[in-house]
């Protein structure tokens, strides 16, 4: 693949779409803390810190459909996979879950609780050749559809028949209906924590 070129301040850099590495998760993991950390905080940083780490790596369940967007840094990312993957990080969870005290780690366990519960939420929707977008997130300047984009187009070369993906308010979802997605359903969702019900969105984009 050919990364684009930007001009900035006098000088040409580049921006490459590769597949979201494992050494990818770190900085992705920080990502979702520095935008959903307040969400969390009645509790310690290094649980708000694990809790954020643990999104990424419970979303990373299909290899081939996950992508980085990077220049000197990730720019982007987007974790996408079908009805039946599922992530390969339960051990990493429970090891590095048994370093806390009792109380957090419920508060933990509550919090993987709401991923699945969402997660569940959107799969009653999808078919076999339906792709679930589990966790895109974007630094701006274009950078977040310039990577749905590749991803649109890997997804409708794989014969892909629909995307879908939730989104509550604490993310930009009205983004999703300007980029041709649909919302199917919308409800209240309990968090984990103590920041009420947050209306949640159902969104599906036909790739026909």
């Known amino acids: 693949m050919i990364p684009p070129a930007f001009l900035h301040a006098g000088h040409v850099f580049f921006m490459l779409i590769r597949k979201f590495l494992e050494t990818d998760v770190h900085a992705a993991g920080q990502m979702a803390y520095d935008t959903w950390s307040y969400e969390l905080d009645g509790v310690g940083h290094d ?28 720019n982007a990312f987007l974790l996408a996979g079908f009805k039946t993957d599922q992530a390969a990080c339960k051990s990493w969870f429970e090891n590095t879950l048994s370093r806390f005290l009792p109380e957090e780690k419920e508060v933990a366990l509550k919090y993987r609780e709401y991923l699945f519960r ?44 629909n995307v879908f993906l939730w989104a509550d308010v604490t993310c930009h979802y009205s983004w999703y209906e300007k980029n041709g997605f649909e919302v199917l359903e919308r409800f209240e969702n309990k968090t984990p924590v103590d920041i009420g019900c947050l209306d949640t969105y159902i969104f599906k984009k036909s790739l026909n």
């Open 47 to 74: 649980l708000n810190r694990f809790i954020h780490e643990y999104m990424v790596r419970y979303y990373h369940t299909n290899r081939q459909y996950s992508f980085s967007l990077v220049d000197q840094s990730l």
């Open 118 to 161: 969402n997660g569940s939420a959107v799969k009653k929707y999808m078919k076999d050749r339906d792709i679930m977008m589990n966790l895109f997130m974007s630094r701006g300047g274009g950078t977040g559809r310039k990577l749905l984009t590749g991803f649109e187009q890997l997804c409708r070369k794989n014969a892909v028949e």
